[in-house]
């Protein structure tokens, strides 16, 4: 835990509560930057949501309580993200119409594509073309749906608001997150893979909008118990190995790691590749799709040459993404924010929403 300024000022929380662990980032709105007033991590290691919000809630909030005192952040306004394989999303197209009429024209879109009763789900929408193609002799809009189960939605307005004393202005999905701290106003084709503690999120980004998210149960614990499973040694030297290119060389011939990362990221580079062609036949007006770039995140996203690997088998540029671009920060933290960079994406976006455009 780290902190940084006292300077009293109109200042952000972001909160992201994920399997492994919690991240949390204050940063404030310093004339339209984002700077940075502290953060803290704290590691959970669970293996489902439903334990974590029920029989772990008690244990959660003291977590939280105690990383807000110790970081000693300086506001309640928080912003949380909700884990995108618990998020419901897609790109809809509704005749273009009044407000009222689209209203009621998204409403029935979203109940012939969510499979529970919309009673239960938290819904929201986002035009993103107006009038975007001609359908016969009519206009449509293109319509981003997102939907949150309420259940879900009241865990963490039970937790942060009631429990941990917050001000939850907003929960976000990780995937808008990402996008304000990795993208920002980059109005490229991009896409995202988050490789989390036992899930990767892939996200396909189009002019600052989701248009494609999927998320697939292989992540980082699924790579260090291959590691481990492969070279015959413990999990957490395996765990140690995924970060430390010298020792993981040593069990590579002639240094080439492609062999041990092939066979280490094969589910996940699968799913990757199905997300391009996913993505690319989802065009509809006559125009082959293609990808600009790759950011990589999450924890394991720093396991050694993997943005080269995943460069030399998509053909596509991949980065390893960094949250703290668009955040202004002390130069001499640069070492420590770069080793937890990959892990605070989500914490960082979610604290730059009433920041930055």
Known sequence: MSWLFKEKTKNFVGIDIGLSGIKLVELANDGGHA???TYAYADLGVDNFDVLFNERMD???????????????????AIAAVPVSSV?????????????????AVAWEAKKLIPVPLEEIQLDSKVIDVGAKADGAKKVNRVLLTGAPKTLV???????NKRCGLNLLSLETEAFAQIRSLIGRDRSNIMIIDIGFQRTNISVVEKGIPFLNRSIAVGGDSITKAIAQMLGISYQQAETMKRDIRTLETFAPAGDLTPILTSLMKPIINEVKYSFS???GQDGQGEQRKIDKIILTGGSAL??????????????????????ARVVYPIDLRPILDEIGSRFAVSIGCAMRDITD
């Open 35 to 37: 700077r940075l007033v």
């Open 59 to 77: 244990s959660l909030a003291k977590t939280i309580n105690q990383m807000l005192s110790k970081a000693r952040c300086t506001t309640k306004n």
């Open 88 to 104: 419901f999303s897609s790109i809809i197209s509704v005749p273009a119409a009044n407000e009222k009429d689209l209203k009621a």
């Open 303 to 324: 396991l050694p040459r993997l943005p080269e690997f995943i460069t030399q088998i998509m053909n596509v540029n991949a980065y390893l993404g960094d949250p703290w």
């Open 154 to 160: 009241n865990r963490y307005i039970e937790l942060l």
């Open 278 to 280: 996913l993505y690319q």
